[in-house]
């Protein structure tokens, strides 16, 4: 029985933290443009405007016929929460949702 309550009380201080991020395929911008999967830098920039934070994840190295992609993070606020595009490239690779509640 504390075996099965231990357990139960592990799950639900997990719960929460799962609830309080996820990613998405697109978002509407507070000026009504819509960031999508694919989109390119230039496209979200005029679709949201400036990032409140912009951060370099990885920066990509060529190696003969291989070549690597920048990897950067774009925060933007929305009516969710934050939202955190990544791009890999020049294109939108993910898109987190960080609730602010």
Known sequence: ????????LAM??????HGASWTTNSF???RGGLVQLGDSMAKVLR?????LHQRVL?????IGRFVGLNREQWT????AGYYVVTFAGDRVEQIEVLADR
């Not at 990885?58 to 060529?62: D, K, L, M």
């Not at 933007?76 to 009516?79: L, N, P, T, V």
Request: charged share 15%.
């Open 1 to 8: 029985m504390r075996r099965m309550l231990a357990v139960l």
């Open 76 to 79: 933007y606020r929305g009516h």
């Open 28 to 30: 509407r911008t507070p």
């Open 58 to 62: 990885s920066t990509g190295v060529s």
């Open 47 to 51: 679709a949201a405007g400036a990032p």
């Open 12 to 17: 639900a201080a997990v719960l929460p933290a």
